[in-house]
């Protein structure tokens, strides 16, 4: 593809908080609605430049599974050019004339994450005399290059973009074929094929973000559609480019309300001057819902029931800290329905939102409803239409206030665990039961909220400690050479380093720097410790050095390597009965542990994180021996799996002594989980807030699987079935699956090389966590209980979709 252009910005680069890496805020989107016919209608009164133009655009969808328009021209459905998801949640980019492709790239990769926004860019340059230059496809700045469908235009050949046909944002020709999504910052360059960088820039943290384009040509029939000016429904279509472009809104409200469909959902991060702050809003989450039955509208902003069997749904957005609140007005009242929030660990199929474990809720008729108990205080009855239900959430003090139409009904949950996160969550019984609901994202409330409470937008959501995850773990990919290389790259000094051949069925190599550089283990086997010389000789500051050892660096074939970061020094711990030698980097929640333990009895071991781990990997050294798993999803000291088999969860008296693994220590017996005098290497995580998570999910058995919340853009992902055996150990990150579905499995208890098996193992990393997408028993049996351990690529306040 031919570039050309290029627009240099005044403004410092990095931004915390999400910003425009140069500082660029985009103010408002528009929500379009498929029930309302919305859509933005032009007719250029000339054509222009019609082999050459760039559309881009900033998108967040709420609807999935279904042929929904974004952009497109042409006098009806058999002759049109258009841009669109599928009903496979594809990407695809087409011409027909007279029914038939002239031109057409459709993504292998699916786009199916409804909790943040993404960036697509449209590029096509027919004038170019190599066929494959002539289409480019963009998402979050990266140039798209895998494709189910690849039909390149003829050389000059004139699309319809441009040309005096028809128009549409939202729909196709005639009009139809309406989206259900946001929009913001809609550009069309007539005559230019320009580059993802003319439109977004990396921050320092390596997020994608918008920048000012004003300093662009945009050509006759070009435009920009900020949707800023939400006066009327003329001034919200107007073309903010120069060349008075304006378009026609049609069936779109920016009257206040809650019909308005002017709002403060961007995928900017801002802090406004009045009212709330601008930024990614909570919406409810058609990805974590119990069986289905609610249909969500609007944004995902209104719910409906459609079946009397009830459904629970749980919004996209969590939080830990602050104070939070939210408002819905009951539209319909059929039947019953419960207005709670739960914790990430609450299982929708388990029962009702605050019937069952980690989760609260109030029903219609005012009674609390406390994990299964009515312990809260009741408050006054909404069982009508038109009530307005505020939830005031301190999650700094742990109590819960709830306000009917506007009148405080004092603190209804009191004492909730202020370690935990928590999450907006309704259960809506009867059919047609319904609210709509505002998490701030409108500007203002029915009533306003209680001083210091604030909207749940991505802007107040505190700053991350790790802004940017491949600061602190990461993968990199490398091929071969089988003579020796350096490995570089990393944004730190790499002290534990997972390397597995990606191409053969060679061991799984762990390596740390407290034991050195040329000490191998071997997940997938019972081996004790053996040096290698020509295996990963040194750790470098950015990278690592190799040998020529086949399982390390064959010629041609190809490897990932896993890093993460421990710290500075190794130092001696004395927080247990017995020393330990540990190397740790509390804030990113790592360390690695060695010691010795003792000739008899129960021990303990300083880890040096001071948090308890919510995963030990740990592996006697000295001897030939099982690995040895702790994890935050078991309930018992005596609880352990091994990570070098496919056994299910075991049990023994005392294996990590005599309690649970803490803020300060993790034990063990000898007898039990050692034998005297073992000399062993633990490699301990800490559970860090938009980072790292370490949880458990139970399996529905459906090819819509559950959802995970993690709170950040998944990166790493290592699942095991804890209750059943026979099932493997399965290992994804989103640097060999660079889209969704993630597909492409290592398995750490094996050392099988690469595969992608079949669809009912795939699963997609998502902007605040993963969703099974497969019924294969090592990730979703019904009933099962799965374990997992997730690194992240970004926290949630800055994350994009994928």
């Known amino acids: 593809m031919s570039i050309v252009g ?59 599974g279904a042929d929904k328009f974004i952009f497109s021209a042409g006098s009806d459905p058999a002759n049109f050019h258009y841009l669109r998801f599928t009903t496979s949640d594809t990407l695809e980019a087409t011409e027909k004339i007279s029914d038939s492709v002239q031109s057409s790239l459709i993504t292998s990769a699916v786009f199916r994450d409804p909790s943040a926004w993404m960036h697509i860019i449209y590029v096509y340059d027919s004038s170019q005399a190599t066929a494959a230059d002539r289409l480019s496809l963009y998402v979050n700045g990266v140039e798209i290059t895998a494709f189910g469908t690849s039909t390149y235009p003829s050389q000059n050949h004139d699309s319809y973009i441009n040309s005096t046909s028809n128009h549409f944002i939202n729909a196709r020709p005639n009009p139809a074929g309406y989206a259900d999504q946001y929009l913001a910052d809609v550009h069309l360059i007539d005559g230019q094929a320009l580059a993802a960088t003319d ?106 029931t459609t079946s009397s069997t009830g459904d629970n749904v749980r919004g996209t957005f969590g939080f830990s800290s602050g104070k939070w609140y939210w408002e819905c007005t009951v539209t319909d009242f059929s039947g019953g329905f419960d207005i709670g929030f739960a914790t990430p660990e609450w299982d929708l199929t388990a029962g009702d939102v605050g019937s069952v474990a980690n989760s609260w809720s109030v029903s219609d008729s005012g009674t609390s409803k406390n994990q299964g108990s009515n312990t809260g205080s009741a408050t006054s009855a909404f069982n009508s239409t038109g009530k307005v239900i505020g939830i005031a959430f301190d999650a700094d003090a742990g109590s819960v206030k709830y306000f009917i139409d506007g009148t405080d009904q004092g603190v209804i949950f009191s ?93 799984h190599k762990l390596l740390d720097t407290v034991r050195g550089a040329t000490n191998e283990l071997e997940s ?146 000898i ?52 209750s059943t055996g026979g099932e493997t150990w399965t290992l994804h990150d989103s640097t060999r699956d660079v889209d969704n579905p993630a597909e492409h499995r290592l398995l750490p208890n094996s050392s099988n090389a690469e595969s992608t098996g079949t669809s009912a193992r795939f699963k997609d990393l998502l902007s605040n966590g993963f ?9 979703n049996t019904n009933g099962d209980v799965y374990i997992y351990a997730a690194f992240s690529e970004h926290p949630f306040k800055t994350a994009r979709a994928r």
């Open 415 to 507: 004492g909730l665990d202020t370690s935990k996160t928590y999450m907006p969550a309704i259960y809506l019984r009867v059919a047609t039961t319904g609210g709509i609901w505002n998490f701030g994202q409108r500007g203002s409330y029915t009533y306003a909220p209680p001083s210091g409470y604030k909207g749940l937008c991505t802007t107040n959501l505190p700053d991350p400690t790790i802004a940017d995850g491949s600061t602190a773990m990461d993968a990199k990919l490398y091929t071969g050479n089988g003579s020796t290389q350096t490995i570089s790259g990393l944004d730190f000094s790499p002290d534990l380093v997972w390397i597995k051949n990606r191409a053969a069925a060679d061991n």
């Open 6 to 64: 290029s627009n240099a910005l005044a403004g410092a680069s990095g931004q915390s908080a999400g910003g425009g890496a140069g500082g660029y805020e985009i103010s408002r989107s528009v929500r379009l609605n498929s029930a309302d016919s919305a859509y933005f209608s032009r007719t250029p009164s000339s054509a222009s430049n019609r082999k050459t133009f760039t559309w881009s655009g900033w998108v967040k969808r709420t609807v999935l």
């Open 671 to 722: 007898g039990t989980s050692h034998t005297a005098s073992d000399t062993d290497i633990a490699y301990c995580f800490a559970p860090v807030e938009g980072f790292s998570a370490f949880g458990s999910y139970t399996g529905n058995g459906n090819a819509d699987g559950p959802f995970v919340f993690t709170g950040f853009k998944v990166a790493w992902l290592m699942i095991k079935n804890a």
């Open 524 to 669: 997938n086997t019972t081996d004790a410790e053996a040096a290698n010389a020509d295996g990963l000789t040194a750790f470098n500051s950015d990278g690592f050095a190799l040998g020529a050892d086949v399982e390390y660096n064959t010629n041609s074939e190809t490897y990932v390597a896993w890093a993460w970061d421990a710290g500075t020094s190794t130092v001696s711990n004395t927080d247990g009965s017995i020393t330990s030698s540990v190397r740790a980097n509390a804030s990113a929640g790592f360390s690695i542990v060695s010691y010795t333990a003792p000739s008899s009895g129960t021990f303990t071991v300083g880890h040096g994180l001071n948090a308890a781990p919510g995963l030990i990997i740990s592996k006697h050294t000295n001897r030939t021996s099982d690995w040895y798993v702790w994890h935050s999803g078991f309930t018992s000291e005596d609880d352990y799996i091994n990570l070098n088999s496919t056994a299910a969860k075991g049990t023994a008296t005392d294996f990590w002594g005599t309690s649970a693994p803490g803020s300060s220590t993790f034990g063990g017996t």
């Open 199 to 304: 439109f977004g820039e990396y921050d320092d943290n390596n997020n994608w973000n918008p920048k000012d384009t004003s300093g662009l040509t945009f050509g006759t029939n070009g435009f920009r559609l900020s949707f800023s000016d939400n006066t009327s429904t003329t001034t919200i279509a107007e073309d903010s480019s120069g060349n008075n472009n304006d378009w026609t809104a049609n069936n779109i409200s920016v009257a206040a309300g809650a019909g308005n469909d002017s709002l403060i959902d961007t995928p900017t991060n801002y802090e406004a001057d009045s009212g709330e702050n601008g930024g990614n809003y909570c919406t409810w989450n058609p990805l974590d819902m119990e069986t289905g039955v609610i249909t969500l509208s609007e944004g995902n902003l209104k719910t409906v």
């Open 771 to 779: 969703k099974i997408r497969g019924t294969s028993g090592e990730q």
